[in-house]
């Protein structure tokens, strides 16, 4: 399966770097961008420190895996910048309300938007994982938009029915769902009814 992650700036590193090392034990073939908002939020939230380069802490992050490749935010020659490239699915995680804002009107400033869009007209699966509490009508008005228009919106809102005893289980929690979504098996969590 061949996959774009957008990392944007909201709060909510430790699920993105969860789902990438999912996907990449998935077998997934794994494009990945990162606003510089989403290095920050990776350096600060992972790393605990804001000022590490950009190149440091994507490095970090990808752990050296093979099967994934990072994109500049700005790179436009990317395969996932057209919908004619093969892509089965796109996630934005995590994805902050400047990202849904610019998404919703159709607006276009770098690779993670791109992408997308692209997903949105090809009417490929696209799963939005916002971090941000409370929301303003502006913000509930540019999800709907968003969801009608195709995407996924999967808050980062763990539940606690599973039993749930570590940071990491609710971390486990929100990252099922978004594999659940593009499809992909998992045994991150324990399901509802299975004991």
């Not at 990449?24 to 989403?38: D, I, K, P, R």
């Not at 990776?42 to 802490?57: H, I, K, N, S």
């Not at 938009?145 to 486990?172: K, R």
């Not at 992909?184 to 324990?190: A, E, R």
């Amino acid at each position: 399966m061949r996959v774009f992650l957008g990392v944007t700036g909201a709060s909510g590193a430790p699920y993105a770097a969860r789902l990438l090392r999912a996907l990449t034990e998935s077998g997934c073939e794994v494009g990945l961008a990162a606003s510089a908002a989403g290095v920050e939020v990776l350096a600060t939230e992972l790393y605990g420190d804001p000022a590490l380069p950009r190149e440091e802490v994507l490095e970090r992050f990808t752990g050296g895996a093979e099967s994934v490749t990072v994109y500049g935010v700005n790179d436009y020659k990317s395969p996932y910048a057209s919908g004619s490239a093969k892509v089965d699915a796109y996630v934005i995680c995590p994805c902050s309300m400047s990202t849904v804002g610019t998404l919703a009107t159709g607006a276009m400033a770098n690779l993670i938007h791109r992408a997308a869009s692209v997903a949105l007209k090809e009417g490929r699966k696209l799963v939005l994982v916002p971090r941000e509490t409370p929301l303003s009508s502006i913000h509930l008005n540019g999800l709907a938009t968003l969801q009608q228009a195709g995407a996924v919106i999967l808050f980062a809102a763990p539940g606690f029915y599973h039993g749930a005893e570590s940071i990491d289980d609710l971390v486990n929690f929100v990252v099922a769902r978004i594999l659940d979504q593009l499809g992909l098996d998992n045994t991150l969590i324990s399901r509802w009814g299975q004991t």
